[in-house]
């Protein structure tokens, strides 16, 4: 099942515009990760953000969390059209193995 | 280092026949994920190993799945018999033994029909 919901499920913004995107989930966490999967490819590892941490930057993302709403969000600021992908939370709480959400379609237009 | 290399990338085999996908790790790494992706589900768990020792299997669908982890830097997840509904995209991916952030191979395409 998963664990954390993405939302939008799409986005499709101008290239230089910012993009925000953001996560829900369920349990007590050590920590939340984004990863980014360009199509047909593995997901790849973006930013963690532990669960002790309130925001974390990293050049043009930028990643908060909020324990108490069980959320996160995460911001590409001015975006490029090689951002296009998909972004996917994860959340590790305490099995090691990580609970990805379900994801959001980014569509940055040149 | 290459990273997680999984083979094949493609896999298209007829219902019923034995599939088998293979993983191999990051040198060093000690935790090894099988995950299932598909549209309609999204990126499932199926097993995870620590240390070659299978942790947790309760997301393997079925006993026609199985992995093994015969060393500590190959992996292999076997299908048998295959059905259609077994068709996305599998990935493995490892993590050390210090973090949890993981590395995932390019995956492998299977259609089974």
């Known amino acids: 099942s998963q664990q954390g919901e993405e939302d939008p499920q799409a986005l499709s913004i101008q290239e230089g515009e910012n993009a925000t995107m953001n996560c829900s989930y369920k349990t007590s966490i050590n920590n939340l990760q984004w990863y980014r999967q360009n199509s047909g490819r593995g997901l790849v590892h973006l930013i963690l953000?532990?669960?002790?941490?309130r925001e974390k930057h990293s050049g043009r993302l930028r990643v908060t969390l909020d324990t108490s709403k069980k959320s996160s969000s995460l911001l590409i600021t001015a975006s490029r059209a090689a951002d296009t992908a998909s972004y996917f939370c994860?959340?590790?709480?305490?099995?090691?193995?990580?609970?990805f959400g379900s994801g959001t379609r980014l569509q940055v237009q040149p | 280092d290459a990273g997680v290399i999984q083979s094949p990338r493609h896999e298209v085999t007829e219902m019923g026949q034995e599939v088998t996908l293979r993983c191999k790790l990051i040198s060093g790494h000690n935790s090894l994920f099988w995950y299932r992706q598909t549209m309609m589900r999204g990126l499932e768990l199926l097993i995870y190993?620590?240390?070659?020792?299978?942790?947790?299997d309760s997301g393997m669908p079925e006993d026609r799945f199985s992995a093994k982890m015969p060393n500590a830097s190959f992996s292999t997840l076997k299908i048998q018999p295959s059905e259609p509904r077994d068709s996305a995209v599998y990935f493995c991916a490892s993590t050390s033994w210090e973090g949890t952030e993981a590395f995932f191979g390019q995956g492998t395409r299977l259609t089974v029909v």
């Open positions: 953000i532990r669960s002790n941490e």
């Open positions: 190993f620590n240390n070659n020792v299978p942790i947790d």
């Open positions: 994860a959340t590790d709480a305490g099995r090691r193995a990580l609970t």
